[in-house]
Nanobody, 127 residues
Framework: QVRLVESGGGSVQAGESLRLSCHVS????????MGWFRQAAGKDREGVAT???????RYADFVKGRFTISRDTNKNTLFLQMDNLKPEDTPMYYC?????????????????????WGRGTQVTVSS
């Protein structure tokens, strides 16, 4: 059974940084499409960053240059380094794993095949 557990969320001031972690059990981060998504209350979930099995990274335009996705295959963990945080970066962040990545314009639709989701970690950025 595939299980994803996020951690690292919290409350920070604008301009500060956070590092989210997603530990995966039941599958390998190096064999899967992995991604970070976020969802604010009352809004659709949106893709933030993805990494395919080959390690190719993709980012939403609104985080380019500020966020970095990475993985540690030894620890089977996915990370999201978030720098220069803005109040609009506030919502719940979710880690996801799927069988493969679609090549899409909008990475919100990048996950292909069977998908698994974590329960999320809250990020709050104050101005």
């Amino acid at each position: 059974q595939v299980r994803l557990v996020e951690s690292g969320g919290g409350s920070v001031q604008a301009g500060e940084s956070l590092r989210l972690s997603c530990h995966v059990s039941g599958d390998a981060v190096s064999d899967s499409c992995m991604g970070w998504f976020r969802q604010a209350a009352g809004k659709d979930r949106e893709g933030v960053a993805t990494m395919n099995s080959g390690g190719v990274e993709r980012y939403a335009d609104f985080v380019k240059g500020r966020f970095t996705i990475s993985r540690d295959t030894n620890k089977n963990t996915l990370f999201l380094q978030m720098d220069n945080l803005k109040p609009e970066d506030t919502p719940m962040y979710y880690c996801a794993l799927s069988q493969y990545c679609h090549v899409t314009t909008d990475i919100s639709y990048a996950l292909g095949g069977e998908k698994f989701w974590g329960r999320g970690t809250q990020v709050t950025v104050s101005s």
